[in-house]
T-cell receptor, first 115, second 112 residues
Framework: AQSVAQPEDQVNVAEGNPLTVKCTYS??????LFWYVQYPNRGLQFLLK??????LVKGSYGFEAEFNKSQTSFHLKKPSALVSDSALYFC?????????????FGTGTRLKVLA | EAGVAQSPRYKIIEKRQSVAFWCNPI?????LYWYQQILGQGPKLLIQ????????DSQLPKDRFSAERLKGVDSTLKIQPAKLEDSAVYLC??????????FGPGTRLTVL
């Protein structure tokens, strides 16, 4: 079955330190990969996507993500965390043969940046 | 560009009552999604429309949930009758088929 895993329920990082939020997927072929962020009482906001090309993708708010095909991973990273980055982060996958634009979401990782 | 609009933002009902949610997608977006997000979980797709046609409703509990997208623009999602386990945030999203989705603020439903 196709799935997306975010192995960490919560990630704590000190402000100014680099952060990584992990995502792995189990989808055949070459899926499209996404990261979304959700602030309290808000809908999800698009951060970045990988479709094809360079394995390092840059997105909004200084975030980037690294696609690793052999490890079927798409980890979200930021060189220097801000307190305002504290939020819930979701990884999502669109299977490649999904002409219907269907997305599978992970369970989310809560990022807490400590001042 | 206006975002995806949803109403109401909050709704409290008793079990066995009915409730309806409304979504107005971004203008020109052909694809519209309804998701259910239970606390502590990721969004789960309930139904996906392409214009006014249903593309995927495989995870929609059709005995109690229904949705329509008349004229291929705004959409309503209805629950009748509601159960306690329907307490969740209901998210609407639209997409111009450039792969990313644009989400509304959601409707938080509490069933007592």
């Amino acid at each position: 079955a196709q799935s997306v895993a975010q192995p960490e329920d919560q990630v704590n990082v000190a402000e100014g330190n680099p952060l990584t939020v992990k995502c792995t997927y189990s989808v055949s072929g070459n899926p499209y990969l996404f990261w979304y962020v959700q602030y309290p009482n808000r809908g999800l906001q698009f951060l970045l996507k990988y479709i094809t090309g360079d394995n390092l993708v840059k997105g909004s708010y200084g975030f980037e993500a690294e696609f690793n095909k052999s490890q079927t991973s798409f980890h979200l990273k930021k060189p220097s965390a801000l307190v305002s980055d504290s939020a819930l982060y979701f990884c999502a996958v669109r299977p490649p043969a999904s002409g219907t634009y269907k997305y599978i979401f992970g369970t989310g990782t809560r990022l807490k940046v400590l001042a | 560009e206006a975002g995806v609009a949803q109403s109401p933002r909050y709704k409290i009902i008793e079990k066995r009552q009915s409730v309806a949610f409304w979504c107005n997608p971004i203008s020109g977006h052909a694809t519209l999604y309804w998701y259910q997000q239970i606390l502590g979980q990721g969004p789960k797709l309930l139904i996906q429309f392409q214009n006014n046609g249903v593309v995927d409703d495989s995870q929609l509990p059709k005995d109690r949930f229904s949705a329509e997208r008349l004229k291929g623009v705004d959409s309503t999602l209805k629950i009748q009758p509601a159960k306690l386990e329907d307490s969740a945030v209901y998210l609407c999203a639209s997409s111009p088929q450039t792969n990313e989705q644009f989400f509304g603020p959601g409707t938080r439903l509490t069933v007592l």
